[in-house]
Every structure is written in C-alpha cells, then in structure tokens.
C-alpha cells in the first residue's frame, strides 16, 4: 500500500474482475420477511447496478454530481454505490435514523442531485426534510408511501438496458462524502478519494482474511450503519475488494439473532453497547458467579462457553472487533473466556477507519493495537494521536480553512485524541482533547478513562462523567436493559444504590484526588438515538446530555448520598 501508486487497481477496476471471475457466486443475501431471503450473485448484483448507472446518466447529470442514500442496510445500498461510481458520480450516504432537519442539512450542504429512498423506520417524519421537487428514487424495500410516490428500482432496472464496458475513475475522484456523526455541532463531509476508499478497503481484506485464514469462508452479517465509514470500510468495501466475503444483511431489531444465525459468521463487527448488551443478556439468564464457576471447569468450560456463543449466535466466530467506542479490558476478558477472539480496533471518518487494529500476540486489553499496513503515527507534544497513510481523506467539503486546520504541515492528520504508545507500536487512546473539562479545583478531568471504569459494571450499559465548573466531578449512568423496567422498585433500589455506592468507592481509589467522583446519578430514561444523547454511531452525545440535565445538577450537589436518582 503504497502512497499514490499509480499500478495499483483501484476498488471498481476490482469489481469488474470479480464480475467476470466469480458471476455465479453468492455475494449478498437479503432478508425479504416471514423468514424469506434473496440470494444476489456477482453477476445479478452488477446487471442491477449497471442498469442503475445508465439510468443515472441519462438524466445528464455532470460528472462528479452528488447522489444521496437514505436508507437502512440492504443489498440496494451496495448496488447504489456501484451504480452511482459507474454513472461518474459521488455517493452521499444518510444515517437512517437522522432527523429532517439534518438531512435537509445533509442534501442542501452536499448540493445532492438525487435521493435513493429506501429500508427506513421513520421515513414519514423524515419526508419533510427532503426539498421539494428533489428527484427521489425507491429501493424495493422502502416504505410503502415511498415506493407509491417515487419511481421505484424494480420498474427503472426492468426497462433500461445495462451499463456497457468497465467505466473507470481516476484515483483523485471522489467516491463519497461522508458527513460526520456530529456529535458536536453541525455534520462535516469527510472527502474521501477512489485512492483513500481503495487503500483502506485493501488494507481491511487483506487483514481480514489473515485472522480468519485462507481456506476459511468468509461471512460477515451488515448491521452496523452503512452511511459510517466503519461498516463502509470493513464490510461493504472491504467485500467489494476482496471478492470471496459473502455478505448477509439483518432484517430488523427483533430478527438480530435469527439474522446471526443465519449468516453464522465468521467475521463479526460490532461496537461496545452491542458487546455489553449480549453479556447481560447472558447473564440475566445465568448469574456471574454460576457461569464463571462453570467456565473455570476443565472439560465442562468449553462446552458451556461454546453453547453460550450458539446462543449469540456468534459460535462459528473467529475474529470479533470492535469499534467506535473504547472496551472495557474486563469486556474483552469476559468474551475470551467464552471462547469468542474480540479484538479492539480504532479509527475515524476521516481515515476511512483505517488505522489500528489488535489481532494475535498485540491485543493487550485496554490498547486498540499497532498500525495497520502503511499507516504512519506519531503523538504531537501535547499527547495527540497524529495518522498519515493512503486512506487518510482529502479534507472537508467546502471548508478549506477547517481542512488546512486538521493537517499538520507534512500531512498528518490531527485526531484530537489523546494516546500512549509503547515501543512495538501498540496505541493507548486516553481520551479526546475537547472532551476535556476543568472542576472547580482548577484541573483537567479526562472522563473516558473513568468511564470505562463504570461500564465494567453489569448493571451499567453507559455512562457520562461530567463536572465543567462544579466543585468536583460526577457521572451519569444509564443502567443495563433487564433492570430498566424495574428500577422504580425500592427493593431494586436498594440494591443498585448498595452495588454502585460500592463501586463508587473502587473507582475512586483508582483515579486521581481531583478526578474523583462524588456521586454517581442514575439517569430517568436510557439514552438513545432517538431521542438526540446518542449518535448514529451510539457514542454519547455529551453536549445534549449535559444541557438536558444542567437544571438539576445543583440540586444533585446538594443531596446526600453517593448514588442519585434522576
């Protein structure tokens, strides 16, 4: 992977061959309902494409125009890409759960000449965020009021004759925008290259395939959001790559490990709420104590981590990742000892979420791992996390001041996270610069670490440290799922204030004076996507949070107790 290679096949340049070389071979299934699932080969998933491209030309759009995706994962989202890539266009992909006003943001901001409309939950309260006389095309899979107004995939692929030839696009082409999380302030369009794409899909097959092995086939199940370069990158671009990764999609929330099971998956990616969730969901079944007494049994440990695993769905699993979010080192620890490999990975929209990743002899709980195969990194004097490699962006859309802000001036990319780094390269990330916040004692609290210290708790699923200008720090927790329906019971209470009282007190003797709590408050309602505290990407939304409870912090302070409710 070297910068700029001008020998090096690019990712459609890739897909062309596998069209010819693997026509017949299963790529994509999709779920349809009632437990029903079409099974797309390479050949059927590039005549969709092909016929979408021509329809896109057609229309005369110029070349590098924008076209935008709003919708859940679905086979139709990688036939989009391919299409709108053949057609000479940029995609421009849309979280499924964003607001109108952010995708009328998203649409208005990226100049987007056309919207693909497709599996969505809300689409009626997102509709007005579409402006009126947008053209607007219908995945089979859209709601009904979608594929009743717009024309619909199916009628424009049946009466329009395929895209000839191989279409080819340059390096310094763009092949999409990315528009950040936002989990301050307004959305930023990461700019990202066929060059960058490429190096960073490269990078994770070639990767991928080396933790799984060689003869192993490769399954994968696509639920994480497609409009976020983790999943873009590690599923989507990474199979377009690659060739032999046969992709599954989940069909909804309440079918998740029907879906698992269904793909039996060889590879899974996921990100810490997910991870934690299927641990307490285990462990509501089984107490700690129990599953950990049998684990520790010679014989008997394997076979009941294995059937804990079924269970998941996730028994045919040989490297897990993780993303987005720091684990909690006892996280990982815990799925180890089920027999499940879960390694942490790191990386960011604007480095295609190439950078870091644990595997093998480097996957010390609590570090994210070395650099991935070409990435450069180095820390600034402040502690900063600095990346340059091939799947770094070209910047921001429409922002050159921000764009030559975020580079240093030999061209690495600046983070804004805080790290450690030992001498084989492993990476420690500390927190981020911004999420940095002074008490009233005069110094910085750096909240991610002490948070990970809460999350290891089984009955907490999140948690937000938090204190700008307070007489001392503070966290908010949101308790685990099964204890949610319950926690206005006083006998329940009573536990949890006696449990995370306790817990308090530990976390407290392993920070520093002037980081230490001094109460831990138990949030009213969980936070979610939503309701605006999470992000697409299920990182908390500190600013939201902070400002939805600012008017009862004083009131917090000024009770007793070392747990509190909201």
């Known amino acids: ?37 079409i099974d797309y080969t390479w050949a059927q998933v590039m005549d969709q494409a092909r016929r979408m491209a021509a329809h896109l030309q057609s229309r005369g759009l110029p070349r590098g125009s924008r076209v935008a995706i709003l919708s859940k994962n679905c086979a139709h989202f990688f036939m ?40 969505l939950d809300t689409w009626e309260h997102q509709k007005p965020g579409v402006p009126q006389g947008m053209p607007c095309i219908a995945y089979p899979l859209a709601p009904e009021s979608a594929l009743k107004e717009y024309e619909t995939w199916d009628a424009i692929a049946a009466r329009t004759q395929p895209l000839s030839g191989k279409p080819a696009r340059s390096g310094d ?28 899909a490269t990078g994770f097959a070639t990767f991928t395939r080396k933790q799984i092995g060689a003869g192993t086939e490769g399954r994968v199940l696509s639920y994480l959001p497609l409009a976020h370069t983790f999943e873009r990158s590690c599923v989507e671009m990474s199979s377009m790559v690659s060739g032999d990764l046969h992709v599954f999609f989940a069909e909804a929330l309440e079918t998740f490990v029907q879906d698992l099971q269904r793909a039996r998956p060889t590879l899974f990616i996921s990100v810490p709420r997910l991870y934690t969730k299927f641990q307490q969901g285990v462990l509501a079944k089984m107490p700690a104590k129990k599953l950990d007494r049998l684990l520790s049994l010679p014989i008997i440990g394997g076979i009941v981590g294995k059937k804990v695993r079924k269970g998941l769905g996730l028994d045919h699993v ?36 190439y950078s ?38 070209s910047g921001y859309f429409k922002q050159p001041e921000l764009t030559k802000e975020s580079f240093t001036e030999d061209g690495f990319f600046r983070t804004g996270d805080l790290g450690e780094r030992k001498p084989n390269g492993m990476l420690k990330i500390t927190g981020r610069a911004k999420e940095l916040f002074k008490t009233a ?3 910085y609290v750096a909240p991610a670490p002490i948070e990970n210290l809460l999350n290891a708790h089984p009955m907490i699923e999140m948690s937000m440290v938090s ?11 949101v308790l685990a799922e099964n204890l949610r329906p319950r926690q206005n019971d006083p006998a329940l209470r009573a536990e949890v204030e006696s449990s995370l009282g306790a817990l308090l007190k530990t976390v407290n003797a ?24 999470l992000t697409p990407t299920m990182k908390i939304r500190r600013a939201r949070i902070e400002k939805a409870v600012g008017g009862q912090v004083e009131r917090w302070f000024g009770a007793r107790g070392a747990v509190i409710w909201a």
């Open 467 to 477: 204190g700008v200008g307070q007489p001392s720090a503070y966290a908010i927790v």
């Open 318 to 353: 040989i490297y897990a990742a993780s993303g987005s979010a720091p684990l909690t080192p006892e996280l990982i620890r815990w799925y180890r000892r089920i027999g499940l490999r879960l390694y942490e990975g790191y990386g960011m929209t604007e480095d295609n979420s």
């Open 173 to 200: 082409e763009l092949a999409m925008l990315i528009y950040t999380s936002g989990s301050t302030g307004t959305p930023k369009g990461v700019m990202q290259s066929f060059d960058a794409v490429t190096a960073a």
């Open 510 to 533: 392993e920070v520093a004076d002037y980081e230490q709590l001094r109460m831990v408050v138990v949030a009213h309602e969980a936070w979610s996507i939503e309701n605006g505290m």
């Open 1 to 37: 992977m070297t910068d700029k290679d001008p020998n090096r096949k690019l990712i459609l340049d890739l897909v062309y061959e596998h069209e010819i070389q693997r026509a017949h071979q299963v790529y994509l299934t999709q779920p349809i309902g009632g437990g029903q699932v």
């Open 356 to 393: 870091h990743a644990s595997w093998g002899e480097f996957s010390e709980p609590g570090y994210v791992g070395p650099p991935m195969v070409g990435v450069q990194v180095r820390l600034s004097e402040d502690g900063e996390v600095l990346i340059k490699s091939p799947a770094t962006c």
């Open 441 to 443: 004692k005069g110094k």
């Open 80 to 119: 989009t890409d391919l299409a709108i890539w053949m057609a000479g266009y940029t995609t421009v992909a849309i979280f499924p759960a964003e607001t109108a006003e952010t995708i009328r943001y998203v649409l208005e901001h990226s100049e987007a000449s056309l919207l693909f409309v497709g599996k």
